[in-house]
């Protein structure tokens, strides 16, 4: 079975300071991995995805097959970046849904 | 599109009631999840439809929980009897073809 593992309940930087939040996961197959974002009082919402490889709000995410992570990254942390980040995986070539790992809370201190 | 539409946002309910949680998948999107959220548990699929057809339930607690999708556009959550550890967001997303998930905004459930 997949899984998702944040290991870091929350994390808190200072305003302007580099960010990363871990995702490890298990599955022995080619994954899809993503990353939501939940802004206070609103809804989930898609941050970035491994198969596009852009940057988002200045997020970037390497799929790393060899340690099975896809750690979300960014150089200098704003406050507005201030938010619950959820790394899911999905098989790419089967009938499955998200699976979501726990969440970071991420709180960037001005 | 109005994006996915739950209702209600939220529900206080004594313990013993029932509950019912709606939701309008975004239209055209295939597939419709249920998913609870907790601080304990995170993010934990409850159940989810394909072309209205009820495909993995195994995330769903207890038999206390049941979840229907009569058409295309609409679909329920039920609780019964609700009890205070059911207590937590509850979140609606609809896809395409296992696509990217598009979630609503969540019914925040209070169990007293």
């Known amino acids: 079975a997949q899984r998702v593992t944040q290991p870091e309940k929350l994390l808190s930087v200072f305003k302007g300071a580099p960010v990363e939040l871990k995702c490890n996961y298990s599955?022995?197959?080619?994954?899809?991995l993503f990353w939501y974002v939940q802004y206070s009082r609103q809804r989930l919402q898609l941050l970035l995805r491994h198969i596009s490889r852009e940057s988002i709000k200045g997020f970037t995410a390497d799929l790393n097959k060899g340690e099975t992570s896809f750690h979300l990254k960014k150089p200098f942390a704003q406050e507005e970046d201030s938010a619950m980040y959820y790394c899911?995986?999905?098989?790419?070539?089967?009938?499955?849904?998200?699976?979501f790992g726990k969440g970071t809370r991420l709180s960037v201190i001005a | 599109d109005a994006g996915v539409i739950q209702s209600p946002r939220h529900e206080v309910t004594e313990m013993g009631q029932e509950v019912t949680l709606r939701c309008k998948p975004i239209?055209?999107?295939?597939?419709l999840f249920w998913y609870r959220q907790t601080m304990m548990r995170g993010l934990e699929l409850l159940i989810y439809f394909n072309n209205n057809v009820p495909i993995d339930d195994s995330g769903m607690p207890e038999d206390r929980f049941s979840a229907k999708m009569p058409n295309a556009s609409f679909s329920t959550l039920k609780i019964q009897p609700s009890e205070p550890r059911d207590s937590a967001v509850y979140f609606c997303?609809?896809?395409?073809?296992?696509?990217?998930?598009?979630f609503g905004q969540g019914t925040r459930l209070t169990v007293v």
């Open positions: 997303a609809s896809s395409l073809l296992l696509g990217v998930a598009f």
């Open positions: 899911a995986l999905r098989v790419r070539s089967g009938n499955t849904p998200l699976v």
């Open positions: 599955y022995s197959g080619s994954p899809e």
């Open positions: 239209s055209g999107h295939d597939y």
